[in-house]
């Protein structure tokens, strides 16, 4: 496992789609989301296994939620990790909306799957 020898930052890379955890300026992990109207439906974290066990992916998810609420924008997590982390965090509950059927089709239209 790596130690930070600094703290990790976190940064939205709207050309990927994602934000992105920085430690030591090399990526540690990501979140991926799509925008939807007034949306951003996250579908996927992930953190890099030299990273693990080190609160990266909850750091991550919580900046990036932040981040949706001072754009004015809406949660949808359909993204296992980002579901769960919203069950822990009821900060987020007011602008987190439901995955639906319509929002998953939309999804993997947009991901083209």
């Known amino acids: 496992m790596s130690e930070p020898t600094s703290t ?12 992105e955890i920085l430690v030591d300026d090399n990526r540690a992990g990501l979140t ?5 109207d007034n949306q951003r439906v996250f579908f996927h974290t992930e953190i890099d ?15 990036a939620l932040s981040d949706v ?18 069950t822990k965090h009821d ?3 007011d602008i987190a909306d439901p995955v639906t059927p319509e929002v998953t089709a939309w999804l993997d239209a947009q991901l083209g799957r």
Request: charged residues 25%.
């Open 91 to 93: 900060e987020f509950a």
């Open 8 to 19: 990790p930052v976190v940064r939205r890379v709207d050309a990927r789609h994602r934000y």
């Open 32 to 36: 991926a989301y799509r925008d939807r």
């Open 69 to 86: 609420r001072a754009a004015g924008m809406r949660i949808v997590p359909v993204c296992p990790y980002v579901a769960k982390f919203l």
């Open 49 to 63: 296994d030299a990273y693990a066990g080190q609160g990266l992916a909850s750091l991550l998810v919580e900046q």
